[in-house]
Nanobody
Framework: QVQLVESGGGSVQDGGSLRLSCIAS??????????MAWFRQAPGKEREGVAA???????TYADSVQGRFTISKDFTKNTLYLQMNSLKPEDTAMYYC???????????????WGRGTQVTVSL
């Protein structure tokens, strides 16, 4: 069973920055992760896709974070990152890492999920 563990969340002020990390482990032999992504869920709202990355490095972003967030992956460390700049109060949410062999991009159909890391942005 693939395990995903997020870190890097915290509390920042409006306009601040954070860098989230997600380490993937316990990869089954011959299992290929073809897409990884970050999702977020605020209280009372549905989970939404934030950013996704393919093995070839192609990226997809939600309109709400385009130009402010950057997703990247270190294949040698099996680590996914999300650099978040110019944070706004509306970015406040629990952020989740997701992975799958299928290319789900920003659709929440991923097989593997982390437990999340909280990001809080205050005025």
């Amino acid at each position: 069973q693939v395990q995903l563990v997020e870190s890097g969340g915290g509390s920042v002020q409006d306009g601040g920055s954070l860098r989230l990390s997600c380490i993937a482990s316990n990869m089954p032999y011959n299992y290929s992760i073809n897409c990884m992504a970050w999702f977020r869920q605020a209280p009372g709202k549905e989970r939404e896709g934030v950013a996704a990355i393919d093995p070839d490095g192609s990226t997809t972003y939600a309109d709400s974070v385009q130009g402010r967030f950057t997703i990247s992956k270190d294949f040698t460390k099996n680590t996914l990152y999300l650099q978040m700049n110019s944070l706004k109060p509306e970015d406040t949410a629990m952020y989740y890492c997701a992975a799958d062999s299928a290319r789900w991009l920003l659709y929440p159909e991923y097989k593997y999920w982390g437990r999340g890391t909280q990001v809080t942005v205050s005025l």
